[in-house]
């Protein structure tokens, strides 16, 4: 299991740059450090890290992080900056997929040149819920959300004003990342912070809009294959305590005696 955690370092809480791998007993097997391996690269690039990465603050947000086992690497999601690719074994980050009108694109040349060059469609931005759908793209909730955390008068990036969900096909080595499937429901619901989408085996995707309709609303949208909607559920809620995160549970190996 991954686990994404907070930690103290004497007297200071650190914020949500810690990825923990563990097992059902909870031993710790490995650990990355987000905060490591991203200065680590700015410095490689030869870049001031220092309005960057700020420990005393929630900069990076990890908000999901899954294992992908056809290349062993692992993929993390910065609700502030980008979507992360790392190498499994060694934690190098292997290329950043984000807004490019954001403070880490736009300051930062060292992150700039792992970016990877968006030919189609929109870009990440505040994303949740990071997958691998059946096809093999990657598969995200694109929030449409400026940062919230960004240094005072760094670009914070876009806010659309509408949430999607987005699919990327990468090309590692042509270094591009292109929207290949979008599903924006009009661009009439914005679920601006938490929420996710995922993709059953058989093509439905299951979307939860955590905080739409003002943060008053949890929606839980279900679409079959071809993109028709099969249900659309609607509860009262406050932030996201009613529908953070929302997986579908295949049950069709189910057998009632």
Partial sequence: MLAEVDTLVGDMKVLETLLAEIDTDGHVLKQWDMAA???????????????????DA???????????????????SSRENFVVKLDYGSG????????????WYV?????????????????????????IAPDGNLMLFNNGTASF???????????????????????????TAA??????????IWSDICSSVYQTRQGGYLID??????????KLLGLDANGNVAFDYEYPSELCNTAWNAVP?????????
């Fill in 149 to 175: 955390n960004q240094p005072p008068g760094t670009p914070p990036g876009t806010n659309p004003g509408f949430s999607a969900v987005s699919k990327y096909a990468i090309d590692e080595v042509a270094r």
């Fill in 107 to 131: 300051r930062y040349p060292s992150l700039r040149a792992l970016a990877l060059t968006l030919t189609s469609g929109k870009a990440p931005v505040g994303q949740h819920s990071v997958s």
């Fill in 209 to 218: 809009y955590a905080t739409a309709y003002g943060r008053t609303r949890a």
């Fill in 92 to 103: 190098r980050i292997r290329w950043l997929l984000g807004d490019p009108s954001k403070y």
């Fill in 58 to 76: 929630d900069w990076f947000h990890m908000n999901s992080a899954i294992y992908n086992p056809a290349d062993d690497s692992l993929i993390v």
């Fill in 179 to 188: 929207e290949v499937w979008t599903y924006e429901h009009n661009r009439d």
């Fill in 249 to 257: 549970i295949d049950f069709g190996g189910l057998v009632l005696d």
């Fill in 37 to 55: 391996i991203v200065r680590a690269a700015m410095l490689a690039g030869g870049d001031d890290l220092s309005g960057f990465v700020r420990d």
